[in-house]
């Protein structure tokens, strides 16, 4: 969205808010002397805003044509220069409005310090930094869809490459491979470097090699070439045992600390278990505490029961020895 | 028993012949009078194997009970290291070991001096020697997993004892629940007492 001047409403907005009230002449004249003297710095600043807008507006265009051709999933119709040659420019192009960005900053600053008149000076300034962020921000979405758009393009390009190894697979193709890993990894860490596109094209061109390789053999069925192929497998085979035992140590290592973690989790599980039976014995516990306590409470009031019931006992047995008495004396 | 008896640091340039640029040995285990003998066919083994390297490659030679491993790494240089061990000695730390050697080499010897093969000191050679005798504790990797398993056995005691503190504490729950019970019946019996014989 370029910017739009919208002087002429503003214009009229400020005629109508003076009719309305009653303010004197002399911030008439303040207001036309800003208006005036601003309208150059102003019109200049707005020229370079709106040439940064339409700048970024034709690198969209560009960057939706290259996802058009990014998307292609065609296997022998790709047209890799093209997509080199667009992706350059792209790149040069966001490195301009970068630049170009910057350069509108500065002069912001440049103008801050010159000084400027307090109240509307302050507005102009706040407009001129919102702009300069509005155009910051359509520059990072462009380089953020750019980006992505290059991920496409990697990831198309890796499944064209499977989708011939289907096909036609030789050894040349096992011997290529870590090499275009690298390449890939490094490109997809760095799509927006200066090295991108010289990467891509040796990709590509090691694609075509690899292509072109495979049909000439295929072809041909000539010896000397997949002889060659071989040896470099051979070598390479060399080299790999010791990265592979590296490797396959590495990987027991790996396996060994799953194992651990395993052994850990089964120790926490008996654990918690353990923690259950705990508690049921707790509880046990406070009841045998409860019970115990409780039965030597009634012990206790039993004995004193006993004791104190003496005197009556005696008088139990007192009266019963009276009957006894009375009972040997009648018979 | 796994050992090391030399390793050096050669130049290898490709079509002409191997100097040793730098070597240490340990030569302790043969008597007094072998051990010139032994150590000049210790650095003809080095010179030969070295030589018959090509660039960029690895290779294990083995010679009667001595082993070989040479990593010619070529280069701008063309720097090859050799390590003589016995036939035990494990094979992937060795060549980690000529990896680092080279490295810590370009690192600290000058190229100008490679024509003079007898000012190059290079003292750590004699150092990763004696240090690498035990290659499961110099070699990262390899003390990695040692220790990996050693962790590994104390967890098996571990649990089996967190095993052994579950079957004590089945014991325990069990007996706790007799006592229990049994506490319950003398409560009860205690309070029978007071109710049943009530003398008036």
Not at chain 1, 252 to 277: H, K, P, Y
Request: aromatic fraction near 6%.
């Amino acid at each position: 969205m370029p910017v739009q001047d919208r002087t002429n409403e503003f214009m009229s907005c400020v005629d109508s808010i003076i009719s309305r009230s009653s303010i004197p002449s002399k911030r008439d004249a303040k207001q036309r002397l800003l208006q005036n003297g601003k309208s150059n710095t102003k019109s200049e600043f707005s020229r370079m805003a709106s040439g940064i807008g339409k700048e970024i507006n034709s690198t969209n265009i560009k960057l939706g044509k290259l996802s058009q051709l990014a998307k292609r999933k065609t296997l022998f119709d790709d047209r890799p220069v093209e997509i080199s040659e667009l992706t350059f420019i792209i790149k040069q192009d966001l490195a301009s409005l970068n630049k170009q960005i910057a350069t509108l900053q500065a002069y912001i600053k440049q103008r801050k310090a010159s000084g400027s008149k307090s109240e509307d000076g302050k507005q102009v300034d706040e407009h001129n930094k919102n702009v300069v962020t509005l155009l910051q921000s359509k520059l990072a979405d462009t380089s953020m869809a750019f980006q992505e758009v290059l991920e496409v393009r990697t990831q198309n390009m890796k499944e064209s490459k499977d989708r011939t190894e289907q096909f036609m697979y030789t050894a040349s193709t096992a011997a290529s491979q870590p090499s275009t890993n690298s390449v890939l990894f490094n490109s997809r860490g760095d799509p927006m470097g200066d090295g991108s596109p010289s990467r891509y094209d040796s990709k590509r061109s090691k694609n075509g090699d690899m292509l072109a390789l495979n049909l000439e053999a295929a072809e041909e069925g000539s010896g000397s070439q997949n002889g060659g192929a071989f040896m470099q497998m051979q070598m390479i085979e060399q080299q790999d045992s010791y990265i592979q035992s590296r490797s396959t140590a590495i990987e027991s290592i790996e396996s060994t600390i799953a194992e651990l973690g395993q052994i850990f989790m089964q120790l926490a599980n008996m654990v918690a278990e353990q923690g259950e039976t705990v508690q049921r014995i707790d509880a046990d516990s406070h009841d045998i505490a409860a019970n115990v306590s409780g039965a030597q409470r009634e012990l206790l009031k039993y004995y004193a029961s006993i004791s104190s019931n003496r005197w009556l006992m005696l008088k139990i047995f007192g009266v019963l020895i009276v009957c006894f008495l009375v009972f040997i004396l009648v018979s | 028993m796994v050992k090391i008896y030399s390793i050096s640091v050669l130049l290898a340039p490709p079509s002409s012949a191997c100097t040793v640029l730098s070597n240490a040995s340990d030569l302790s285990q043969f008597s007094f009078y072998q051990k010139g003998s032994v150590a000049e066919f210790m650095s003809f083994f080095a010179r030969t194997v070295a030589e018959r390297t090509p660039q960029g490659q690895r290779q294990s030679v083995q010679e009667n009970n001595y082993t070989a491993h040479v990593y010619n790494r070529g280069g701008a240089e063309s720097l090859a290291a050799v390590i003589i061990t016995d036939q035990e000695y494990p094979v992937r730390p060795a060549f980690s070991l000529l990896t680092k050697i080279l490295d810590e080499f370009t690192a600290k010897v000058p190229q100008s001096s490679f024509g003079n093969p007898s000012s190059i000191s290079f003292p750590e050679i004699q150092v990763y020697v004696t240090k690498y005798q035990d290659p499961t504790q110099a070699d990262t990797i390899m003390r990695v997993q040692q220790e990996l398993d050693e962790t590994k056995i104390v967890l098996h005691k571990t649990i089996e004892s967190v095993l052994e503190r579950g079957e004590k504490l089945e014991n325990l729950v069990d007996r706790s629940n007799a006592l229990s019970a049994q506490s319950k019946m003398f409560y009860k019996t205690a309070k029978k007492q007071n109710d049943c014989c009530v003398v008036m």
